[in-house]
């Protein structure tokens, strides 16, 4: 076994600062010079080396609102997207309780991407075997980061719409006992990790920014584990409220909508099991081509940006912190800023999962798809996308009417898994989401007494 057997716990991802000075300083060598060096374990945070969260705050010239949009940057975590906080959960949670045994058990990760490359790059720190499941037809960049970290891959027929393969592929190969799934989707670490990490994270982020508190909260669900950050947010700011955003092509959860689209991590047809629909508000709309005209705005148009206003800083800030994904949660901000009338005192949070790394024959295919990307055009995209954003497609899902609608999803997603209808009803409760948000204490005792 590897010195540091196990890593962190759940309060030293939210509080790196605890861990002890030594670990923490050789973690943040590490991030630096050796990506495979188990001790990153202990990167696994929002926090920068100055023990702030990653963040920034968009510019009105950009948004086009006076509330503030607060984008905490998920590209800071080891493998380059928070999804190796929920991978490393699941895992260490299986460990101390000794379901997964090292040199026993293969770690299978369901995943559009960014959950395989954690999965992989988790495994890889913690000596296990991995075997990714995902669509054959993702940005190639992410197959080439799961086989980086020495991750196998199975692949479905599909792309990011089809990640229901991915499930069942992972169902059956659970039938090997050999077999452990992090399965992202229907777990609560990933829960655990996003509402105590991600959501306490948002409460500090916005310290010092407008009135200091959260009026939204906006995250296009994936396995819906970053939305949970909602419920701790709702905790501390109960005026708060939550937005799931979908693909426009995609709207399984404002419609029952299902169709192809181009966000990769998000829209993945269903209603995951983990996703607590008792405290989502809105469900908003997204059109994917923007988000990827968005891309080619943020990367490639600093010079244009700074001509509508936007600092200098933050225009080049803007070049490798996000991907498709990141710029729909930032849309579905300002369309909820727009919808709730806020006011500059006001604050909308949201998150960027991952960087521009893993988008480069996104923009690639962009740049063969139009014949010009001129400064002009890609002034124009910027007013149709974000400073004209409307509040059309804002879908207001706080009547219980509309509630059902999305348990009747999660049904029909989840019976067919072998969950039961008692366990489904259970989770209309908030007490259930209490019960499992209140596991983090006992995790965190356990993973301190075992390393
Ligand atoms: C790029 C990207 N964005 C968003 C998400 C959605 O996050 P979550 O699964 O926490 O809902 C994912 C999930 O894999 C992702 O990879």
Not at 29 to 39: I, N, S
Not at 220 to 238: E, L, M, N, W
Request: glycine share 10%; hydrophobic share 35%; net charge negative.
């Amino acid at each position: 076994m590897n010195k540091i057997p196990f890593g962190p716990t759940y309060d030293e991802m939210l509080h790196p600062e605890t861990v002890k000075a030594e670990v923490r300083q050789k973690a943040l060598k590490a991030l630096q010079e050796d990506e495979l060096d188990p001790v990153n374990l202990f990167n696994i945070t929002w926090k920068n080396n100055r023990d702030e969260v990653r963040k920034m705050v968009l510019p009105s010239a950009l948004t086009g609102v006076d509330a503030n949009i607060v984008v905490m940057l998920g590209c800071g975590f080891p493998s380059g997207s928070h999804k190796v906080g929920p991978a490393y959960s699941t895992l260490i949670e299986g460990m101390v309780d000794n379901e997964i045994v090292p040199g026993e058990h293969t770690i299978l990760g369901p995943s559009t991407g960014n959950f395989g490359i954690g999965t992989a790059y988790i495994s890889k720190l913690l000596g296990f075997r991995a075997i990714v499941i995902m669509p054959d037809n993702m940005s190639k960049e992410r197959y080439e980061r799961i086989r980086k970290y020495g991750g196998e891959l199975e692949l479905t027929p599909g792309s990011e719409s089809d990640v229901i393969l991915t499930l069942e592929r992972t169902h059956a190969m659970m039938k090997d006992p050999k077999n452990k799934a992090l399965a992202q989707f229907e777990l609560f670490p990933n829960y655990r990790f996003h509402r105590h990490v991600t959501g306490n994270s948002a409460v500090e982020a916005v310290k010092g920014v407008g009135n200091g508190r959260i009026a939204g909260f906006t995250s296009a669900p994936g396995s819906a584990g970053t939305i949970a950050a909602g419920d701790q947010i709702k905790k501390v700011f109960p005026e708060a409220r939550i937005a799931a955003l979908e693909p426009y092509e995609c709207s399984t959860l404002a419609n029952g909508g299902r169709g192809q689209h181009r966000i990769e991590g998000i829209g993945d047809k269903m209603c995951t099991l983990i996703h607590n629909v008792g405290t989502t508000d809105f469900v908003i709309l997204i059109k994917d081509e923007e988000t990827i005209q968005g891309l080619k705005i943020f990367h490639d148009g600093a010079e244009a940006l700074v001509h509508m206003g936007v600092d200098r800083e933050i225009a080049l800030n803007l070049q490798n912190s996000f991907g498709p994904s990141g710029i729909c949660n930032i849309i579905g901000a300002i369309k909820l800023a727009k919808f709730l009338r806020l006011g500059p005192d006001d604050n909308v949070v949201t998150v960027a999962t991952d960087g521009f790394d893993r988008y480069h024959s996104v923009l690639a295919d962009l740049n063969g798809r139009y014949l010009e990307t001129t400064e002009q055009v890609l002034q124009r995209w910027t007013r149709n996308i974000f400073l004209d954003a409307g509040e059309d497609s804002v879908f207001d899902f706080r009547q219980q009417a509309r509630k059902e609608q999305l348990y009747r999803q999660k049904e029909n997603d989840w019976l067919k898994f072998g969950y039961t209808k008692q366990f489904l009803d259970s989770m209309r409760e908030q007490t259930f989401w209490e019960q499992e948000y209140a596991k983090v204490q006992t995790y965190n005792e356990k993973i301190a007494a075992l390393r």
